[in-house]
């Protein structure tokens, strides 16, 4: 049976039902002699069986018991009929307290059943009849009985106040003593008697003697305790031995459940017909207790668990029944009951109750009742309610309710009486079941909504190349598998193109594939040794067989954006369907309850109705949409009759109570009513956010223009419940339209400072709806509202360039410079400013709001330089913006390989463009690059100088000087980046020195560019540090090179320089830098250092002009044994060894003498020969010097120098006959040769052996 059959006929029901009262039918038992005849005369025969004490009529509730002994009332008119309320009887009265206790033990319940059942049977009888019972009750006496009571007690009065002379004091009515005591005792007995007779009346039942005290004695004459049968035992006999009665019937005992009172009536029964006073005067009757029960009462009782598994395993199931036969202890008969009203049997007797009654009731929802309510007095009192309601509800029925709906309601009320009367308060259980369901309605609206999002970012076709890329890999395994191989990697080969493992989840080469032929083939190689498989072949064909058609012949593009498509339909199209979702369709859909579960096991809605509703009936009235949400409206009477159901529903369940229900569906003449009924306060609750009536407000701008500015300024407030409106308003695609969008937009934006993060959180919503939204929004914002920008950096970051007003050449109206300050605000930079309209774009340039790279650097400069310098001059703001970003501003630089872009191009600002880096004006931070950098400021600013200059075209130089900073300028040297001229050397050396950057800079360009002809301070001041700097920084030679390439003719003063040690002074005098006299030589001589006075003189021309023994002092030696200095100053020094070497040691003065020997053409005069002469002791070296020179020599000093040589030599020259042996020597025979020329030899002669001469000397 579908919701939609059993509504066919109430949905063709008027709007004005007209209701035909009809008359309600009795819920008392009702005897029918055709069903009911049998059973009694059962029990008839029963009861004359005089051994049967206790009869059981037994049967199922609602089988017609209490007919059947209404039936026998008929014939035993006299029977006691007890029948028990179940209310209250597992109370517990504690005595000591005063206060009831809940949860009776079985044998409290007994007692409690056992006093009920003797109040019943006492006080059913007249006190008047009973005068002896100890149960005193209350009862209205008869007036003659009151008379004579009185009387009687007046006369014993005023027989007490004759014998205490009462009358005597009383005035005298007569003269005769007799007759005025008569009349007196007459008097007084009336007035007492009607005195008494007042007093009676009037106090009768309120005083009663409790306690007679007499000292410590107490008389207690309190009967009050509580009525056991055993207690009570005798006022029962007492009862029926006046009573004469015999048959007592006891109906609905066995609804409390607990078999120990039919032990105990039994109990009773024997008792009393053994009771001796009961059978005096020829009483042989029995007394009968016949019982209403249920035959299931003894089976939970005695066994409640044997119908278990775990029971009926270990107990035969036959033996059990045995067991639980043994209810007849309890009764000498028993009677069953056939029922005569079943799940099939009730549908007939439903129809027949609800014959007379209009407006009729669908045989589906009969069928329904019937299947759950086989009870006739349940049905029938359902029916008599239905009528009555009927009655009330339907017949102007503006509201337009329906009888079926009705009429599940009264079904609903005789099952839950409880829960209905808790409808009107909200508080039912019916009532958590409704807003159960909408909660469970928007969390699958916003799972769903989750899910719509979670497509549109996941479902691309970089992952769909990854999904196909997985199982390509899984394929490949499983193939080489199958060859007990291994596979560590593979390459594919692809129409002749290689790809590896790792690019088998690129889209290109799924692209490649999907464009392969069919049978072209895929040839799968291993890549490494490891990899040991056989090559595998696969065609398109083969491989779409395997992982899908799909994947193989479509492109990742072309499948993500198709998969995108249906992908979301189908999600939009559950979404909607959850939004007119009622409770029936949750069923329906088997729909999970989020957040419950049951053993482990997810909670459906179905099981969560039946588990708070408790009985399927409602389960199933539920389920087939007999009760659904206007189901408050069948509960009550509503006077305000202009509402539809709907709205009646919704004003009741939602705005009166304040629970928002966004997306209960309400259409235009819902509202058309039920808007005016509300005013604004009503309106700006939670309870009134829905979506149709914003919707509908929106839609109707001029008829409810009050009320959607409440709703507005409901909004302004942004809670919670706030946002959910939003959700579901945007993201529902029922009501709304893109002009109901734009105006709600137009509304919320100057007035709802979250209004961009609303939207930008709003889920399930396309993403292209979402960029309308911002759109509109970014429109109409107001600039006195300070907007909330969270998640709006990323947000335009993502889609600013889709934004339709704000593309390039837009002509939407747009008030640029809010939108500029809101982009501001959020931080957001701008990915591509080309992309935007120049207003706009301006003042995001303005405001720093733009990603800093290669394409908005062009945009900014229109197409022009993008240098440091260029920016400063064009462009203030983005100069400031770039430095304070110099990370991200060098790297746009590079990111056009083709057009490559310099950091600096040296117009006339570059130098403050350096100053600004230098000074720390920019904010730029080194530690964002790779490049390690220094832990102080200067060195920070180097490295950012640094980096500047790398990205610097190599032909840009800096002038040195204002503006650019002094500790620039040795990162400037460094890099290169000035001209090595005069000028910029000059004004470096005067600030910085000769450092070691500026030295490498000189050293590689080789020479110092010729600015102007340089003052000699000037000349000084570059050439000085040159000359005097250190070797490893410098070369002499290169020392020398520069200098030279300033092009000054003059001489530096020797004064000036500052010698160092080696060949500088020589190579200054030898490239004319210093001039070449004493002055410059005394330089070298101050060093103390032979290599440095060595250098200078063997530079020299003019040395030898200028040599004085004091220059020479006691270098003599080593000048002549230098392989430096010419041999002209050398000369000089053998030539006067008198003059230079007079100071020397021996062991010079033999040096000069060696190295005057090894000179060969040297000639020295006598004056030298006999300094040598005079200072060797040895002749052999001034021989051979004498030798070299003798031709030169007169006689006289070649005599002079041989005397000088003292010993033989100089005894050839004293004449003497002894002849003189002389050693021989090489050149020995000349000098002989020429002493004997002069006389003073006469004859030589070289001895045998060579080793010496004989000289034979002049004689006289």
Not at 569 to 583: D, G, P
Not at 656 to 678: Q, V
Not at 973 to 985: E, S
Request: proline share 3%; glycine share 4%; with cysteine.
């Amino acid at each position: 049976m579908s919701s939609s059959q059993h509504t066919v006929e109430n949905s063709q029901c008027q709007a004005k039902t007209e209701v035909e009262s009809a008359r309600l039918r009795s819920l008392c038992p009702q005897y029918d002699e055709t069903r009911h005849k049998a059973y009694v005369d059962r029990i008839l025969q029963a009861l004359d069986d005089p051994n049967i004490h206790n009869i059981a009529l037994s049967g199922a509730y609602g089988a017609g018991k209490s007919s059947i002994l209404q039936g026998l009332k008929k014939y035993k008119p006299s029977t006691i009929f007890i029948s028990l309320s179940t209310l209250g009887t597992n109370l517990v009265d504690n005595s000591s307290n005063g206060q009831l206790s809940n949860h009776a033990s079985p044998a409290e319940q007994a007692n409690r059943i056992q006093k009920e059942i003797v109040k019943q049977l006492l006080y059913r009888a007249d006190p008047q009849k009973l005068p002896a019972s100890r149960f005193k009750r209350i009862h209205g006496a008869r007036c003659s009985s009151l008379i004579a009571r009185s009387a009687s007690v007046a006369a014993a009065i005023a027989l007490v106040s004759l014998i205490v002379g009462l009358p005597d004091k009383l005035p005298l009515v007569s003269e005769q003593p007799w007759y005025d005591l008569v009349i007196k005792l007459l008097l007084v007995s009336l007035l007492l008697t009607i005195l008494l007779l007042a007093l009676g009346r009037l106090l009768q039942g309120t005083i009663s003697l409790d306690k007679v005290a007499v000292g410590p004695t107490t008389v207690s004459l309190s009967a009050n305790a509580e009525t056991y049968f055993d207690r009570y035992l005798d006022e029962i006999i007492y009862f029926f031995e006046i009573t004469k009665l015999r048959l007592v019937v006891f109906e609905d005992i066995d609804r409390f459940d607990n078999p120990q009172i039919f032990d105990q009536l039994r109990e009773l029964n024997t008792l009393l017909n053994n009771a001796g006073q009961l059978k005096r005067k020829g009483q042989t009757c029995p007394i009968v207790f016949v019982y209403a029960v249920k035959d299931s009462i003894f089976d939970t009782w005695q066994y409640p668990n044997t119908t278990s598994a775990t029971d009926g395993a270990r107990r035969d199931l036959a033996t059990v029944e045995v067991e639980r036969a043994n209810r007849t202890k309890f009764f000498d008969l028993i009677i069953p009951v056939v029922s005569f009203v079943t799940h099939q049997s009730a549908r007939d007797l439903l129809k027949q109750e609800l014959r007379d009654v209009h407006p009729s009731v669908s045989p589906e929802l009969i069928n329904l009742a019937a299947k759950h309510v086989p009870d006739l007095r349940l049905l029938r009192s359902a029916c008599n309610e239905y009528q009555i309601y009927a009655d009330l509800l339907l017949r102007d029925n503006g509201l337009e309710l329906e009888h079926d709906k009705l009429f599940a309601m009264m079904l609903y009320k005789v099952v839950h009486m409880r829960d209905f009367e808790q409808i009107r308060l909200g508080a039912s259980a019916l009532d958590e079941v409704y807003k159960k369901s909408v909660s469970v309605i928007q969390q699958k609206i916003a799972q769903l909504n989750e899910k719509y999002d979670h497509f549109e970012k996941e479902v691309n076709a970089e992952n769909e190349a990854e999904n196909r890329g997985e199982k390509f890999t899984e394929l490949i395994k499983w193939i080489v598998a199958t060859q007990n191989n291994r596979e560590k990697s593979f390459y594919v080969e692809v129409d002749g193109n290689k790809y590896a493992k790792s690019q088998t989840v690129t889209t290109e080469f799924w692209d490649k594939i999907a464009h392969l032929a069919d049978n072209e083939k895929l040839i799968i190689s291993p890549d490494n040794y490891e990899s040991t498989f056989m090559t595998i072949y696969l065609t398109k064909l083969d491989l779409a067989r395997f992982i899908g058609r799909d994947l193989v012949y479509y492109s990742p593009r072309t499948a993500s954006a198709e998969r995108l498509k249906w992908e979301l339909k189908k999600i939009s199209s559950e979404r909607e369907e959850f939004r007119r979702a009622t409770m029936s369709n949750l069923i329906e859909w088997d729909t999970v309850v989020p957040g419950m579960a049951s053993n482990g096991e997810k909670c459906s809605f179905s099981k969560y109705i039946r588990h708070c509703l408790g009985s399927r009936l409602a389960a199933d009235l539920i389920r087939y949409g007999y009760i659904d949400r206007n189901f408050v409206l069948y509960t009550s009477i509503y006077h305000d009759t202009s509402l539809s159901a709907s709205a009646m529903s919704f004003k009741i369940q939602h705005i009166d109570a304040g629970r928002m229900n966004a997306i209960y569906r309400l259409e235009d003449h819902d509202l058309k009513d039920l808007l005016p009924s509300l005013d604004h306060d009503e309106l700006m609750q939670p309870g009134a956010y829905n979506i149709f009536i914003l919707d509908y407000l929106l839609r109707k701008p001029e008829e409810m223009q009050e009320y959607s500015a409440a709703m507005v300024d409901a909004l302004v407030r942004d809670g919670h419940d706030e946002r959910q409106l939003l959700q579901e308003y945007f993201s529902s695609e029922e009501v709304t339209r893109r002009e109901q969008e734009d105006k709600f937009v137009a509304l919320l934006a100057p007035k709802l400072p979250s209004l961009f993060t609303r939207i930008i959180e709003l889920e399930g919503v396309p993403d292209h709806r979402q960029r309308h939204l911002m759109d509109v929004a970014l429109r109409t914002m107001a600039d006195s509202i300070d907007y909330d920008t969270t998640g709006l950096k990323d947000f335009i970051k993502a889609s600013y360039d889709q934004l339709e007003s704000l593309k390039s050449g837009s002509s939407v109206q747009l008030d640029a410079g809010i939108v500029a300050l809101l982009f501001q605000k959020a931080e957001v930079k701008i990915p591509r400013l080309g992309a935007l309209r120049e207003d706009l774009c301006e003042k995001l340039i303005d405001n720093q709001s733009y990603e800093i790279n290669r394409a908005n650097l062009d945009t900014i400069t229109r197409g022009d330089e993008i240098s440091l310098d260029w920016l400063k001059m064009k462009r203030q703001a983005c100069y400031e913006y770039v430095t304070a970003h110099l990370d991200k501003y060098l790297a746009a630089l590079t990111e056009d390989s083709t057009v490559p872009a310099s950091a600096l191009t040296g117009n006339e600002l570059v130098g403050e463009v350096v100053a600004d880096l230098a000074n720390n004006k920019s904010h730029a931070s080194s530690a964002s690059v790779d490049e390690p950098v220094g832990s102080t400021v200067a060195e920070q600013t180097f490295s950012v100088l640094d980096r500047v200059l790398d990205k610097t075209d190599k032909s840009v130089m800096i002038t040195l000087g204002e503006p650019v900073p002094v500790k620039c300028w040795p990162t400037f040297a460094q890099q290169g980046r000035f001209a090595v001229d005069t000028n910029n050397t000059l004004a470096y050396i005067e600030a910085c020195g000769l450092d070691e950057a500026l030295a490498e800079l000189m050293v590689e360009q080789g020479s110092i560019e010729s600015s102007g002809k340089l003052e000699y301070s000037d000349y000084l001041a570059i050439a000085k540090p040159i000359l005097e700097a250190d070797e490893r920084l410098i070369g002499l030679d290169q020392c020398i090179d520069l200098v030279n390439s300033l092009g000054n003719a003059e001489y530096i003063d020797p004064d000036d320089i500052e010698p160092i040690a080696g060949d500088m002074i020589g190579r200054l005098i030898c490239s004319g830098i210093i001039e070449d006299d004493e002055r410059s030589y005394q330089l070298a001589r101050q060093l103390d250092d032979w290599s440095s006075r060595e250098s200078a003189i063997a530079s020299s021309k003019k040395f030898i002009d200028f040599m004085t023994p004091d220059i020479v002092k006691d270098d003599a030696a080593q000048i002549v044994n230098s392989k430096r200095i010419g041999e002209a100053v050398k000369r000089k020094i053998l030539e006067n060894p008198r003059l230079y070497c007079s100071c020397l040691n021996s062991e010079d003065l033999m040096t000069i003498r060696e190295r005057a020997v090894s000179c060969s053409e040297l000639r020295l005069g006598e004056d030298a020969l006999m300094f040598f002469a005079e200072h060797y002791r040895g002749a052999t070296d001034v021989i051979i010097l004498l030798v070299r020179a003798i031709d030169n020599l007169e006689g006289t000093s070649i005599q002079n120098i041989v005397r000088a040589l003292g010993d033989v030599y100089a005894d050839l020259l004293v004449p003497g006959r002894q002849e003189i042996r002389v050693p021989a020597a090489r050149g020995l025979e000349k000098i002989l040769d020429k002493l004997k020329t002069v006389g003073a030899v006469s004859t030589y002669k070289l001895m045998k052996g060579g080793k010496e001469f004989k000289v034979h000397r002049r004689q006289k």
